[in-house]
């Protein structure tokens, strides 16, 4: 069968996609500083052809899929223009300065927040697809590459979704913040984001794209903003016992980084050593 034929060939196939895509790359003549410092940076970060294969699918739906663009472009200027709105209003004060609950840091506290709210939205928007019946595919990917393969997606979202949203905020709040306290709040929001995301794809049992667009499993992203808030919560918490203080606020930075870095390496260990059905993260 065709699925067995995938499982058996996925090795050779998957490296003939990856040389078609690096043909296609050099035939469009694609060059420029940004390009040539994304590719630098992707051949880095993606360190295995099932990362590669996941994040490029990732790319190439984000390309293609409407729904998949409409689910996460619209969110991503949420918290960006919570920042804006501050910076017009001057209720962005510097955190750092008086004490972080005496500068009153409404917009502060919205900006984190609505970065955790959106990233969730983003990656509960990736489960659905117009075509959710090619889903079959996922049957055919070997399952010692599955770890990996989930990883691939993590990063895509962390790189194209997380940092373009964080550094966007940091460019606003450079006009109201001094720039070594910008930098510092940027890479706390920054690391929570991230840490978010491995937390999520440590315990999310769905693969992208296996969802229908329909009506009701839109209500249920809806419905799953919970977790988000809770965690969100959870680190404004953090930020108000830490931003009293800048090096107490770097080693919490470098705490959670650490965290992420074992939280995935724990997930990625339990899903090659762990019975893992495949069939139920497909439904």
Do not use: C
Request: no cysteine; aromatic share 14%; charged share 15%.
């Amino acid at each position: 069968s065709l699925k067995n034929y995938l499982q058996e060939n996925y090795n050779i196939i998957s490296e003939n996609l990856i040389l078609s895509n690096q043909v296609q790359k050099k035939k469009k003549g694609k060059t420029g500083i940004l390009n040539l410092l994304s590719d630098y940076f992707e051949k880095f970060y993606l360190r295995n052809p099932s990362q590669l294969a996941s994040y490029g699918l990732m790319k190439a739906m984000l390309r293609k899929d409407k729904t998949l663009r409409a689910s996460i472009f619209p969110v991503m200027i949420l918290p960006a223009a919570l920042a804006l709105f501050g910076l017009i209003t001057d209720q962005l004060p510097d955190p750092f300065y008086k004490g972080y609950l005496q500068s009153k840091p409404v917009f502060h506290i919205s900006i984190l927040l609505s970065v955790i709210v959106v990233l969730n939205t983003s990656l509960l928007g990736v489960r659905t697809s117009n075509n959710p019946e090619a889903s079959w595919i996922y049957g055919a990917f070997p399952m010692r590459e599955i770890a990996d393969f989930i990883s691939g997606i993590r990063k895509f979202f962390s790189l194209n979704f997380v940092l373009p949203v964080t550094l966007s905020v940091l460019i606003i709040t450079l006009f109201s913040i001094e720039f070594w306290h910008a930098a510092i709040n940027f890479f706390f929001i920054l690391s929570s984001a991230i840490l978010y995301n491995s937390v999520f794809f440590s315990f999310s049992r769905q693969l992208p794209f296996t969802e229908e667009n329909s009506t009701i499993n839109s209500m249920k992203r809806f419905a799953s903003l919970v977790n988000p808030f809770i965690f969100g919560i959870f680190m404004v918490i953090v930020q108000s016992l830490v931003y009293h203080n800048l090096l107490i606020t770097v080693i919490t930075i470098i705490i959670m980084l650490i965290a992420t870095y074992l939280i995935n390496i724990s997930a990625r260990h339990f899903l090659r050593k762990a019975s893992f059905n495949l069939s139920a993260h497909l439904k």
